[in-house]
């Protein structure tokens, strides 16, 4: 999740624009946004907002 919105609950959704592929590493991402709707299936809402992803990667499904 970018860190420029709130992170779902777990179960919530997101735009796949508000998402980008990565691993679980600090800077392990791709600056592509993914298409559709997703939906958290772990939990990121203790995410700080600096510029490493680790702490906001978890698992997504497309729903949409």
Do not use: H, K
Request: no cysteine.
């Amino acid at each position: 999740v970018i860190s420029t919105v709130t992170p779902p609950a777990t179960g919530g959704t997101i735009a796949g624009s508000n998402l980008r592929p990565s691993g679980a590493g600090e800077f392990n991402y791709s600056g592509t946004a993914l298409p559709g709707t997703w939906r958290l299936m772990g939990s990121i809402l203790n995410a700080n907002t600096d510029d490493r992803l680790d702490d906001r990667t978890s698992l997504f499904i497309r729903i949409a």
